[in-house]
């Protein structure tokens, strides 16, 4: 359970409150509607000798059940859109100058990763492949550009609330900046083929001097 709650990203306190805000907004109402609607049956359930009272829906003391809820559920509606548009721009739209870039690729069912060597630049000669293990750094920005080779998939590092579709001839710009050490899942968050189930890797945040080591000696194996 504390692996699921976790938050390893700036960013995903923020989707894990504007979760919050729409659970609670929409659970209050729903639980006040549900509980008028069962008031009124019992309210007004059949009664020996007492005839039903016919309504068109048009008097003014009826109407008024209908439109103030509306007026205040539209209100509710204000705060969950401006949640929503901020975080999305937090998130999506606005990219902090990143300290590494990475390429994440994806295809029928395997993740693929480019990690750049020790010349932290990449497309250049020492760049260091993977395959299903991602190594970054904590608290340092990166940016990832995301491909597929196939079909749809979606790049999720659930611990940083990421999900992002990878769409075959695009590439991708996004984000994160990791918060927390350890070693966590990579998912594809859709449906790709018989194979979908299995298409998982791992992300491994490492400390400053661990990660200069492993970049070391990815780079030491991998030099002709």
């Known amino acids: 359970m504390d692996r699921f709650l976790l938050q390893a990203s700036t960013y995903a306190s923020s989707i894990d409150g504007l979760i919050l805000l729409i659970g609670v907004l929409v659970g209050f109402w729903f639980l006040l509607a549900e509980g008028l609607f069962f008031w009124l049956i019992w309210r007004f359930r059949a009664r020996p000798g007492e005839k039903s009272q016919y309504l068109t829906g048009k008097e003014?003391?009826?109407?008024?059940?209908?439109?103030?809820?509306?007026?205040?559920?539209?209100?509710c509606d204000v705060f969950i859109i401006i949640g929503s548009v901020r975080v999305w721009y937090d998130v999506k739209q606005q990219?902090?100058?990143p300290?590494?870039?990475?390429r994440v690729i994806g295809q029928q069912w395997v993740w693929s990763f480019q990690h750049p060597g020790p010349d932290n630049v990449l497309d250049t000669d020492d760049d260091i492949y993977t395959a299903n293990d991602l190594h970054v750094e904590i608290d340092k920005t990166y940016h990832y550009k995301l491909e597929s080779r196939d079909v749809l998939h979606d790049f999720s590092v659930p611990v940083f609330r990421l999900k992002q579709d990878a769409i075959p001839g695009r590439s991708i710009t996004?984000?994160?900046?990791?918060?927390?050490?350890?070693?966590f899942d990579i998912q594809c968050a859709e449906i790709c083929g018989i194979g979908h189930g299995i298409m998982a890797a791992r992300i491994h945040i490492e400390d400053a001097n661990t990660h200069a080591q492993w970049i070391s000696a990815a780079s030491a194996a991998t030099t002709p």
């Open 174 to 183: 996004g984000w994160f900046r990791p918060t927390v050490a350890g070693d």
């Open 99 to 102: 300290d590494s870039t990475i």
């Open 95 to 97: 990219l902090p100058e």
């Open 60 to 75: 003014k003391h009826v109407k008024r059940w209908i439109t103030i809820p509306h007026a205040l559920v539209l209100l």
